[in-house]
């Protein structure tokens, strides 16, 4: 079996909504993700730091569609990666001041993650990766991810 270059990664995520001003308003009013082109009333594409897109969103085949009922396939989450905690912590406070609601928080050891739901039941995460020389291994040397309490109010505390 071959394997994948090194180098490869997750380049965007394109999402079908229900209502596009309503999902632009979350991932960019909420978020913080920029608008970098919209098709009319049925698509857009949003971006962190000026990137073609990191986000698209349509409704081409969902306007006014509901979510999947749990129990079937889809996406479970997107995971979006902020380059420290400050950033994050950020994010975190406009959630609080805006009473979005959270559905979990976890320190996995390798990162720091908030998980939350956007308006058309897609699961988001937010985090933050520690250094790689900090993660956590067992005797042999292999990954050993954990699942602890993040400590929100300590993330919080660095918004500012």
Do not use: C
């Amino acid at each position: 079996m071959s394997s994948i270059h090194p180098g490869t990664r997750v380049g965007h995520v394109h999402l079908k909504v229900a209502d596009l001003d309503r999902a632009i308003g979350f991932y960019s009013g909420l978020l913080g993700f920029g608008v970098t082109q919209r098709y009319g009333p049925q698509a857009a594409f949003l971006s962190a730091g000026g990137y073609h897109h990191h986000i698209g969103l349509n409704t081409w085949e969902s306007a006014g569609g509901t979510p999947p009922p749990p129990g079937h396939t889809g996406l479970y989450h997107t995971a979006f990666l902020f380059p420290d905690r400050k950033a994050l912590a950020q994010v975190f406070k406009r959630l609080v001041e805006t009473r979005w609601p959270i559905d979990g928080a976890a320190d996995h050891g390798v990162s720091e993650a908030i998980y939350l739901t956007d308006p058309d039941g897609n699961g988001v995460e937010l985090y933050v990766d520690r250094p790689e020389a900090e993660w956590p291994r067992d005797a042999n040397g292999t990954l050993a991810m954990v699942n602890k309490r993040f400590d929100l109010a300590a993330l919080l505390a660095e918004a500012d």
